[in-house]
């Protein structure tokens, strides 16, 4: 899925002078000394003189006083030092940064920039602020606790996932969740719509069926988001909360196949109902903790339930899967990833009930 850069392109001056050189400045026009200054102001000349030099800041008061004294506006003097503050504020954030230049080998920032959510910058400063701007975070300090942390331990002996890839993802689904406007959360409602969520396993065309499911899905509160996933997360889907009234399951469409896709979102449905708010779920190839294999039978039961073993294990021929599929309400490519799975059928065999996905624009 495209998007267009989200990064913003503001003019910074390379060099921002204090007010005080400005005021040196109107004091020679008016021919006025910084003693006569301090007497029509009533501040000291002490003040004035430290104002000039840069070393005290022109206040909100201050700048009052320096209007009726010089006919200078006000709003002049204070967005004078507004912008030099802002310019020694950035110009120690510049110090710092440089420190967490090393961070930028962490992340996937071809990708990122590649998929338009940050710039090409042309120094690793400015990259650094692209960076924490798209994360939210104010240096690599914070990201390590707000984005780091959560995610780093999701990690197998099979499947080792990069963090900062991971990160860059959830990012990514964090945002694109923004705009999509939900109803408050409605276990009830999320309950009573499972039904109708499991027979939509049966359509054909993603282009028509996901557009869809995020609509019901946000009229109880969960916000569905499919984003291609960043090389080496290697994860399926996450389920977490953006607030205490709005859920979000992100899926990677990382394996394509609709059969994969499908559990995988009835995986991560399956945390937003039953497990904390206060946590991420990250479904990856290798991740087996207790809460993930109650997602995974939560899923598995919804799809194709226990009642229903003994007739897989009659399943022989494709006629047979389309017969049980309909019958029972689901896709006949579900139907081939369980037997797969299970290991009732090899994995080169009803691949072509199996659906492989193609969305628009991914």
Known sequence: MTTETKASHRY???????????????LEELGMTQVELAARTGLSAKHINQIVQGA?????????????A???????????????????????????????????????????????????????????????????????????????????YRTSKAFTSDPGAVAAWLRIGEIRAEEIECHPYDRGGLLRLLPQLREMTQERDPNAWFPALVSRCASVGVAVVAEPEIKGARINGAA?????????VQLSLRHKWSDIMWFTFFHEIGHVLEHSKK???????????????????????????????????MLRTLDDVRSFAVRIGVGPGIVVGRLQH???????????LKQRLEFSGT
Not at 240 to 248: E, F, G, N, V, Y
């Open 12 to 26: 910074e001056p390379e060099v921002v002078f204090p007010p005080g050189e400005t005021l040196a400045e109107r």
């Open 279 to 313: 946590e991420t779920f990250i479904n990856d190839a290798g991740h087996h903790s207790g809460v993930e294999q109650e997602a995974d039978a939560f899923a598995s039961e919804l799809l194709i339930g226990r009642q229903h073993e003994p007739e897989l294990a």
């Open 342 to 352: 299970d290991g009732r059928w090899p994995y080169n065999k009803g691949n072509e």
């Open 70 to 152: 010089t006919r200078t506006p006000a709003r002049v003097w204070n967005n004078l030092e507004i912008a030099y503050r802002e310019y020694l504020t950035r110009a120690a954030e510049s110090r710092r940064l440089t420190e967490d230049a090393p961070w930028l080998d962490e992340l996937p920032i071809r990708q990122l920039v590649s998929r338009g959510w940050i710039k090409k910058c042309p120094t690793p400063v400015d990259q650094l602020r692209e960076v924490c701007t798209f994360f939210g975070v104010a240096d690599r300090t914070a990201w390590m606790t707000v984005w780091h942390k959560p995610t780093a």
């Open 240 to 248: 977490r909360w953006l607030t205490s009234t709005k859920a979000l």
């Open 56 to 68: 005290a800041a022109v206040t909100p008061e201050t700048a009052l006083l320096l209007e009726h």
